[in-house]
């Protein structure tokens, strides 16, 4: 029963996260990662997933330093736990990069992003939506980078990609146009 309440919580917290509350959404993973590691131990992916999503509420608040030390420690637990090759590894490093961008850690943040890349191409295919927000998010660092050509060629395959899947009115490919 302790497992599907934990699941509720989070799933509320990512519904309450893609609504804008990242403030209760953080509550919510917090309250997760109070029960979690007492019931599965503390290398648990249970306690990873919920380490990643605090990761993600942190960011949207600001709280850079915050959000990288849980998503370093989500990142260290599905390793682990999971393999280096496992398309939640891509997620959670992808996820990083983002932290790293914030911070102005550009370098940090391209790294992130090439591992990302390699992995869920790996398993999804030069074709697939997650590869094509990954290159997306490389581009754009690359873009601030002043490593334009690469930065071209990365947007390019990630806007391509993101059309296909998402059609040519989507936000994000309206993002991608932007970069």
Same mark, same amino acid.
């Given at each position: 029963?302790?497992?599907?309440?934990?699941?509720?919580?989070?799933?509320?917290?990512?519904?309450?996260?893609?609504?804008?509350?990242?403030?209760?959404?953080?509550?919510?993973?917090?309250?997760? *990662?109070? &029960?979690?590691? !007492?019931?599965? /131990?503390?290398?648990?992916? +249970? $306690? =990873?997933?919920? %380490?990643? #999503? @605090?990761?993600?509420?942190?960011?949207?608040?600001?709280?850079?330093?915050?959000?990288?030390?849980?998503?370093?420690?989500?990142?260290?637990?599905?390793?682990?736990?999971?393999?280096?090759?496992?398309?939640?590894?891509?997620?959670?490093?992808?996820?990083?990069?983002?932290?790293?961008?914030?911070?102005?850690?550009?370098?940090?943040?391209?790294?992130?992003?090439?591992?990302? *890349?390699? &992995?869920?191409? !790996?398993?999804? /295919?030069?074709?697939?939506? +997650? $590869? =094509?927000?990954? %290159?997306? #998010? @490389?581009?754009?660092?690359?873009?601030?980078?002043?490593?334009?050509?690469?930065?071209?060629?990365?947007?390019?395959?990630?806007?391509?990609?993101?059309?296909?899947?998402?059609?040519?009115?989507?936000?994000?490919?309206?993002?991608?146009?932007?970069?």
């Amino acid at each position: 029963i302790v497992a599907r309440e934990i699941h509720y919580v989070c799933s509320l917290g990512v519904a309450l996260q893609s609504a804008g509350d990242a403030q209760s959404a953080r509550q919510l993973y917090e309250r997760a *990662l109070a &029960i979690d590691p !007492r019931v599965f /131990g503390p290398a648990h992916p +249970n $306690v =990873a997933r919920d %380490l990643a #999503n @605090l990761s993600e509420s942190l960011r949207a608040l600001g709280d850079y330093p915050a959000a990288k030390a849980a998503g370093e420690r989500a990142l260290q637990i599905f390793k682990a736990a999971l393999g280096l090759t496992h398309p939640v590894v891509g997620t959670v490093l992808n996820n990083l990069g983002h932290i790293f961008q914030m911070q102005g850690d550009l370098a940090a943040a391209k790294e992130a992003f090439d591992r990302a *890349l390699i &992995i869920l191409q !790996r398993r999804y /295919g030069q074709d697939h939506l +997650n $590869v =094509a927000l990954v %290159l997306g #998010n @490389l581009g754009a660092v690359m873009l601030m980078q002043g490593k334009l050509m690469a930065a071209r060629v990365s947007l390019d395959q990630a806007l391509r990609v993101a059309e296909a899947h998402l059609g040519s009115y989507h936000p994000t490919v309206s993002v991608m146009l932007n970069n």
